[in-house]
Each structure stands twice: as C-alpha cells, then as structure tokens.
C-alpha cells in the first residue's frame, strides 16, 4: 500500500499563491505518476496537474495552465504544486494522487481519475475575492 498526506491548503485572497506538499511512504516505486486533483461538493473530481518521474513530463488542465506549476522535490516520493494567481473559482479541495507508471500512457489517461489507485485526505483550499 501506498500512503499519500496533503499539506499546505489554507484561505488565500485572490490573486495570492500557495504552494501545495505530497508526500507518499509505503510501498512506492521507482516509476510512477503523481497528479493533482481537486473536488466541489456536487462535483466530480478534476484533473489539475500530474507529472511523471520518469522523464519529469508535466501536464496541465487547460484552467491552471500559466498559473499553476507542479515539480517533484528532492525527496524521491515528493511532488508540490506551486499554485499563483488563484481565483476564486480555484476554490476546492484538492487531492494528490499516485500510481506506478510501467508503460507509456497519453496525457488524457493521466488526467482521468479511476487511472490512480491511490489517494490522499485532501487538502482544503479556499481563495475569497
């Protein structure tokens, strides 16, 4: 099993940033995926971000494009997500995700949600305007 903790979510005005932690402990591996997911109530959960440890590749939903840039940390099973110019519309939880990457998969599988097995709490974010 893989365990994955959030941190960093808080109440930010518009236009200020936050930057978002993942860490994953357990069972990880020397090849995956890791994406950014964020949910409203009433809501399915949507792609924001993911990026792949192998060759670092990033991917990007077409709203946080510009203003939102995910990176892995030093810490192997590390990723952030570096979140600027936030709108209220931003405001959601957000959910860090995990799964291990043998193959390669086109950018839409990595934005669909069942594609991960794993997931984290959530972390709540809320830009007031």
């Known amino acids: 099993q893989v365990q994955l903790v959030e941190s960093g979510g808080g109440l930010v005005q518009a236009g200020g940033s936050l930057k978002l932690s993942c860490a994953a402990s357990?069972?990880?591996?020397?090849?995956?995926?890791m994406g950014w997911f964020r949910q409203t109530p009433g809501k399915e959960r949507e792609f924001v971000s993911a990026i792949k440890w192998t060759d670092t590749t990033t991917y990007y939903a077409d709203s946080v494009k510009g203003r939102f840039t995910i990176s892995r940390g030093n810490a192997k099973n590390t990723v952030y997500l570096q979140m600027n110019s936030l709108e209220p519309e931003d405001t959601a939880v957000y959910y860090c995700?995990?799964?291990?990457?043998?193959?390669?998969?086109?950018?839409?599988?990595?934005?669909?949600?069942?594609?991960?097995?794993?997931w984290g709490q959530g972390t709540q974010v809320t830009v007031s305007s």
């Open positions: 995700a995990y799964r291990a990457t043998t193959s390669y998969s086109s950018p839409y599988t990595y934005s669909q949600a069942n594609y991960y097995p794993y």
């Open positions: 357990g069972r990880t591996f020397d090849r995956y995926t």
